[in-house]
């Protein structure tokens, strides 16, 4: 038997106009008055917001909220990973699910199982369901945390020349790093350090960076739609950005074909430009913009591609996360 919550939800998602106060109360009689202002929390919280998680969304230590189906919610604070205090049922998961999806215009079912997405306040959001997900729904939401970080955070005295005069000399820079390391707060560090007459362009998978200058315009690719149309991927945006007048590119992440295109770009007159690459270290970053590049070329052999990347790349940035420290 659903709980009243439940009925009170569904309810007011046939009858929006309703009084949620009265409509609990010939639902649900029994309850007393504390229950029913109980209730009606619970209810408005399922509406206006993410319910029970949303005070792990306001908890300034959380980086990470990881659901692996009905029973503890999973927080990473610091690096470290730990159940927290709030457990979903089943019926709650499938409402947070649905929260999540409807805003952001995709629908997640067994024909489109998985779904990735940025809510309203940055945060990145993926969502699993069966049959892909055994004990799903699962749910993953990297926080978007605005950081004003200095490039001293990262870097002795010494290692902060070497950027600001890569910088001025417009060098291409690539930051490298892994998941949670700190290459978006890195790359917003070096963009805030370029002249601020110089006119940025962003594209991003999914927006991310918040850079801190004067002359910016931002992309966002765009998946395509329930019926499989309206797509624009990063290979496009790369190419459309090219004719925007870009003194710099700055590409969010690279992670695909667009390596090639941005190779080409580099080559081509768009010095300065700044992007990140997911690596484990920096030799890793150009063994991995190699094969990315190959992936996005027309059978273009190796030793041309690697001849391309060491023309167009003129230093690499590694961050490294060593508990709550970066480096």
Same mark, same amino acid.
């Given at each position: ?53 949303? #005070? ?68 990145? #959001? ?202």
């Amino acid at each position: 038997m659903s709980s009243p919550a439940d009925r009170l939800q569904h309810h007011l998602l046939d009858h929006p106009d309703a009084d949620p106060s009265r409509v609990l109360a010939e639902l649900a009689p029994l309850l007393s008055r504390s229950e029913r202002s109980d209730v009606l929390r619970q209810v408005t919280a399922r509406r206006d917001g993410l319910g029970a998680i949303d #005070v792990l969304r306001a908890d300034p230590t959380v980086s990470e909220i990881m659901i692996n189906g009905p029973g503890p919610v999973w927080v990473e604070r610091n690096g470290a990973l730990a159940p927290s205090d709030i457990r979903l049922d089943a019926v709650e998961l499938d409402h947070l699910v649905e929260r999540l999806v409807i805003p952001i215009g995709r629908r997640v079912d067994q024909r489109t199982p998985c779904v990735d997405g940025r809510l309203a306040d940055g945060s990145r #959001v993926h969502v699993a369901v069966p049959p892909v997900a055994l004990d799903g729904p699962y749910v993953t939401i990297r926080r978007f945390v605005l950081l004003d970080v200095e490039l001293g955070a990262f870097l002795p005295p010494d290692g902060v020349a070497v950027l600001d005069d890569a910088i001025r000399r417009h060098a291409s820079i690539v930051v490298s790093g892994s998941t949670g390391s700190g290459k978006t707060t890195l790359l917003n560090a070096i963009a805030g350090r370029v002249d601020p007459g110089e006119r940025l362009i962003s594209v991003e998978d999914a927006a991310e960076l918040r850079l801190v200058h004067p002359h910016v315009v931002r992309l966002e690719t765009r998946p395509s739609s329930a019926e499989g149309t309206g797509e624009v991927p990063m290979r496009e945006l790369v190419r459309n950005a090219l004719r925007m007048r870009p003194d710099r590119l700055v590409l969010g992440e690279v992670r695909g074909g667009e390596a090639y295109d941005l190779m080409q770009a580099l080559n081509t007159g768009h010095r300065g430009s700044l992007s990140t690459v997911h690596a484990n270290s920096s030799s890793d970053a150009l063994r991995r913009l190699e094969l990315l590049a190959l992936q996005g070329s027309d059978a273009i052999p190796l030793e041309v591609v690697r001849h391309q990347m060491a023309a167009a790349i003129d230093l690499i940035a590694h961050v490294e996360r060593h508990g709550s420290a970066r480096r």
